[in-house]
């Protein structure tokens, strides 16, 4: 079946960079946006970037200049390179995939916390 595999989280220091991985498995890549959310803790899950097939990319506010999405159609993945993280964004990040007028799909998540 489908599935979403994410990768590269961990502890950061605030102000240092991070890229997250997602792996998408048993998909029709191209028919996807792919996307990574957010969700901190107490907080709603909140949309940090998605990226079409034609690598065209839409951010949300609260990360916007400090995140990059990017995605390698021939490997079926899709990334999120962090820098000058801060400590809010600590919590679950969430590969999630759509597709047009379809079905969605959404990874386990990862953790990232950022701390001295």
């Known amino acids: 079946q489908v599935q979403l595999v994410e990768s590269g989280g961990g502890l950061v220091e605030p102000g240092g960079s991070l890229r997250l991985s997602c792996i998408a498995k048993?998909?029709?890549?191209?028919?996807?946006?792919m996307g990574w959310y957010h969700q901190a803790p107490g907080k709603e899950r909140e949309m940090v970037a998605h990226?079409?097939?034609?690598?065209?990319?839409v951010y949300g506010d609260s990360m916007k200049g400090r995140v990059t999405i990017a995605r390698d159609n021939a490997k079926n993945t899709v990334d999120l390179l962090m820098s000058s993280v801060k400590t809010e964004d600590s919590g679950v990040y969430y590969c999630?995939?759509?597709?047009?007028?379809?079905?969605?799909?959404w990874g386990q998540g990862i953790q990232v916390t950022v701390s001295s």
């Open positions: 048993n998909i029709i890549f191209s028919n996807y946006v």
């Open positions: 990226i079409t097939h034609a690598k065209v990319t």
């Open positions: 999630y995939a759509i597709r047009v007028r379809g079905i969605e799909f």
